[in-house]
């Protein structure tokens, strides 16, 4: 995959603690190939962008022996920025978009703005503290992470579920699904969607 497609990114990211390179095309088909070492962060981001059509490839390596918090926040940085340099001034596109995602006895809300006003709305409850060996505090700071770099507006609602790995799953599907249609060229939006002539 390469990011010479419009409406693509590719990037790297390498500090003292993780090194991430991350590759996206908006309009893909669901292509991935991830490999985060974190097992049940790259199940999640597989959904993510299946789910959302997007093609994503993710290569991070990350200070595992510390734990896994800096591997996922980081990851959540790259993604953020990858959108917002795909997306570019934002033009044409729906802005908005909105999912709601069932996975067995779980039902999740993901609604999302491209507003450029970072905002993260999380009321989700897991009883669970880890799932396998992913602690489950890191889901919000991964969302936080990438509604920051991202400049999105979202808002991730458990509307009910008991499993942990159900929700989670259904909160990721559903990010995908509605970023996929926040970020869908409108062919009647000329610039930017808003009434005050920029975002």
Not at 48 to 71: K, S, Y
Not at 72 to 82: K, S
Not at 157 to 186: M, Q, V
Request: charged share 20%; net charge negative.
């Amino acid at each position: 995959m390469t990011a010479t497609t419009s409406r693509a990114a590719s990037l790297q990211r390498t500090t003292k603690e993780t090194d991430i390179r991350i590759a996206l095309v908006l309009d893909g088909s669901g292509t991935v190939a991830i490999q985060t070492g974190v097992g049940f962060l790259d199940h999640m981001l597989t959904l993510f962008a299946v789910h959302g059509f997007f093609d994503l490839e993710i290569a991070a390596r990350g200070d595992a022996e510390v734990d896994d918090h800096h591997t996922v926040e980081d990851v959540g940085i790259c993604l953020g920025q990858a959108f917002a340099q795909a997306l570019g001034y934002k033009a044409g596109i729906c802005r908005y978009g909105h999912a709601y995602v069932p996975m067995d006895e779980t039902l999740a809300r993901v609604c999302v703005d491209c507003s450029n006003r970072p905002f993260l709305h999380y009321r989700v409850e897991i009883r669970e503290n880890t799932i396998g060996r992913f602690d489950v505090p890191l889901a919000k700071e991964f969302f936080r992470a990438l509604t920051l770099h991202a400049g999105l507006t979202l808002h991730v609602d458990l509307l009910h579920g008991e499993n942990g790995h159900h929700i989670l799953e259904a909160i990721f599907k559903a990010l995908g699904r509605a970023l996929a249609a926040a970020t869908a060229p409108n062919p009647r939006v000329s610039g930017q969607l808003s009434s005050k002539g920029m975002l």
